[in-house]
């Protein structure tokens, strides 16, 4: 099954020029923000290139520092590597989690229907239409200390019922398939059904909704942040960003603590995006070849 | 397996919008019996929206019907024990009438019939199980390497039509609930797949309920026959009586609109959906009237 699972993916990768490179810019993005520490262990040469007053402040961009540093002394190059490890890992924490509650309202309200499917989708309708961002704002003013954990949980809240709405609809066309059936008089039971009967060919959407809640995690907490709203104790790219426009950092010479972190910000929603578009775009296998394989 | 399926005052029922009481009613008090033994095949014919698609989800356990019971050896199927329900299970089978749909894109085909192994304990080992489906897909007239390993889009509606028989082929149930299992294949895989039906009824002495709208395979296979209308059955018998002495209106327009393979037998006058729709004795008195063959 998982063996079947990954087959499935390369096929599908294959198949797609702007999803596999949607997907090597996600790749590089991910390694540079896994490798975080090397990296910084090799700018700071022992020492830690975050630490406050690590180097003389302000420093515009050069050889010994690569992107300069900032207000407080600190390594520019080295903090946005390790701000883009952070916003990744918010990404992921709000993706899974809106993905997995997603896909389970989705799929208990699309395989059941009825009047649990009644209740679940006007849940999801009501969280759908509530305006997310005013919300945030109020929720980060008693959220001044929390953990980049709890800030995946937070955002996660409004990502999911986007996740679960595509994903319901398409459960409800998937199961009145006579493959359904098949399995139904098969003595197949429903748990079993749904995962392996509907589950796998739900699997683009999944990706799509992972990709798209992990998106809108991203961003969220950066246009909180822009703002200066953010919650503190997390440094991510947002937060590059404020201070970069808090302290002027763009008439002080220091471009870079401005420019770098919008570059990547820039690239990975394109990446999020073209993995998003791509995989729509393929995943139909009545149109696969029929020499496939 | 001694056994019979039987449906008594079955009426099934959906919510409807737009309809003057809210529902409709698909099935209206159907009952007739199927025996296991001797083996037959009864068919069950009718237009789209009749209803007959409907009686084989009620047969099959996949629809609960509104009022009326199915019954599985005298026991209501909704209503079995484990042991009687897997009893059920393995004993009524069906073929399904979109040979495309059938399967799960997603996997090859060798699942559908390991599936069945797995589920109903055919074989302990896999060596036997890939023997008994080997065998199976040849009692088909399936080359098992051409199949096997394949994906369902791989494969020709007749090959993947007949793959389902392989299945039932293997399980052999007592009865097969085959729904308009041949409207998709062309004429030549038609005979082909009717003539493995009336081999499993010869060989293997099982009893199939065809649903059809097409005489002209109910007249192949033989058998019994019942018509049925908005819901109704209207006329049962056996298939020599039936058609050559049509007793309801509906099945002398049934039988006026088979298409006959003859030039000179053309049909001169056409047949409007709306006759159907509005159908008594009146109407029909011209349009059964055998026309004039073109001269």
Avoid: C
């Amino acid at each position: 099954m998982p063996m079947r699972i990954l087959r499935a993916v390369l096929r599908t990768i294959r198949n797609s020029r702007r999803l596999a490179m949607g997907l090597v810019i996600l790749g590089v993005l991910v390694l540079v923000a896994l490798f975080s520490p090397l990296i910084a262990k090799a700018i700071g040469g022992g020492q830690d290139p975050i630490e406050l007053a690590a180097y003389d402040k302000w420093q515009v961009p050069g050889p010994s520092h690569l992107l300069g540093t900032d207000q407080f002394g600190r390594d520019v190059f080295a903090m946005v590597v390790k701000a883009l490890a952070v916003s990744l890992q918010i990404g992921a924490i709000a993706g899974v989690i809106s993905t997995v509650v997603g896909v389970i309202v989705a799929f208990v309200a699309g395989y059941k229907g009825g009047w649990i499917d009644n209740v679940l989708s006007t849940f999801t309708g009501i969280l759908l239409v509530i305006p997310t961002f005013p919300l945030l704002i109020a929720l980060s003013a008693y959220a001044k200390n929390v953990s980049l954990f709890q800030v995946g949980v937070m955002i996660s809240i409004f990502a999911w019922p986007f996740a679960a709405k595509t994903i319901r609809s398409q459960v409800l066309s998937l199961r009145t398939r006579p493959y359904v059936d098949l399995a139904r008089v098969s003595k197949a039971r429903d748990l079993e059904i749904i995962t392996t009967e509907l589950l796998p060919n739900l699997l683009p959407f999944i990706g799509v909704g992972f990709a798209s809640s992990a998106l809108g995690a991203i961003f969220g907490l950066v246009g909180l942040e822009i703002i200066g709203l953010g919650p503190g104790g997390v440094i991510d790219l947002g937060q590059i960003i404020y201070s970069a426009i808090s302290t002027g950092a763009l008439t002080l010479g220091a471009w870079p603590m401005f420019v770098v972190p919008v570059g990547l910000l820039t690239l990975l929603f394109a990446a999020l995006n073209m993995v998003n578009i791509g995989l729509e775009e393929v995943y139909n296998p009545r149109l696969r070849g029929v020499a496939g394989e | 397996m001694k056994s019979e399926l039987e449906l008594r005052g079955v009426q099934q029922r959906f919510h409807a919008r737009g309809v003057a009481d809210g529902y409709i009613t698909a099935v209206d008090d159907v009952s007739f019996k199927l025996l296991a033994s001797p083996p037959q095949i009864v068919s069950l014919v009718g237009q789209s929206g009749s209803g007959k698609s409907t009686i084989a989800r009620n047969v099959l356990g996949l629809q609960k019907p509104t009022a009326g019971s199915v019954l599985y050896g005298g026991k209501d199927i909704f209503k079995l024990n484990r042991a009687e329900y897997d009893a059920y299970r393995r004993d009524v089978q069906p073929v399904f009438q979109d040979p495309y749909a059938i399967f799960n894109p997603f996997y090859r085909v060798d699942r559908v019939l390991w599936k069945a192994v797995k589920k109903f304990k055919l074989a302990s080992t896999r060596a036997a199980g890939l023997q008994l489906i080997e065998e199976s897909l040849k009692a088909v007239r399936l080359e098992p390497e051409n199949v096997l390993g394949r994906y369902p889009h791989q494969l020709s509606g007749g090959q993947r039509q007949r793959i389902m028989l392989a299945r039932v082929h293997m399980l052999r149930p007592s009865f097969i609930i085959a729904d308009e299992p041949v409207s998709m294949l062309d004429a030549q895989v038609r005979k082909h797949f009717l003539d493995i039906l009336l081999d499993f009824q010869r060989e293997h002495g099982m009893t199939t309920l065809f649903i059809t709208h097409d005489l002209s395979t109910v007249y192949y296979l033989g058998g019994e026959v019942m018509v049925i209308t908005k819901g109704e059955i209207v006329e049962r018998g056996s298939v020599a009586t039936v058609m050559h002495e049509p007793s309801h209106p509906y099945t002398k327009l049934l039988l006026d609109s088979i298409p006959q393979p003859d030039p000179d037998k053309r049909w001169t006058t056409r047949i409007q959906v709306d006759e159907l729709e509005h159908l008594d004795d009146n109407t029909l008195g011209d349009a059964t009237k055998p026309e004039a063959p073109i001269i």
